[in-house]
């Protein structure tokens, strides 16, 4: 799948697994997403803002400027995934979980991050 320039604000994603695509300039702003895994995608100046993200896996993916801002995320994980420049300010975040991410260089927001660490599971 390839997105460039779209408006697909509110919206609804759900139960999809999502490979080796690219969205970019995406205004995804206020929109539910839920058990989707994208993986080996790109996603470059998206604009999730005050989106609804459950049970959702970035798997492999680059993140580069996206805007988790007033976003609820719960049971989000990012496995070999590189986040560069992605805002979090004011997000709810719940069971979110970095520690396999292969880069993390977050530009706004992560002065609130707190956590606690749990037992790795294998």
Known sequence: MRMTGTDPAECSWSDSYVAASLLTGIAAFGSGIQRVVSSSCKLNAVN???????????????????????????????????????????????????????????????????????ARRN
């Open 48 to 118: 999730v803002r005050a989106a609804e993200l459950f049970d959702v896996v970035f798997e492999n993916c680059a993140l580069i400027d996206v805007d988790f801002s007033q976003a609820v995320l719960n049971r989000v994980s990012f496995p070999g995934s590189t986040l560069e420049g992605v805002h979090l300010a004011k997000a709810s975040m719940t069971k979110v979980d970095l520690r396999d991410a292969a880069g993390l260089d977050l530009a706004s927001g992560y002065e609130s991050l707190r956590g606690r660490p749990s």
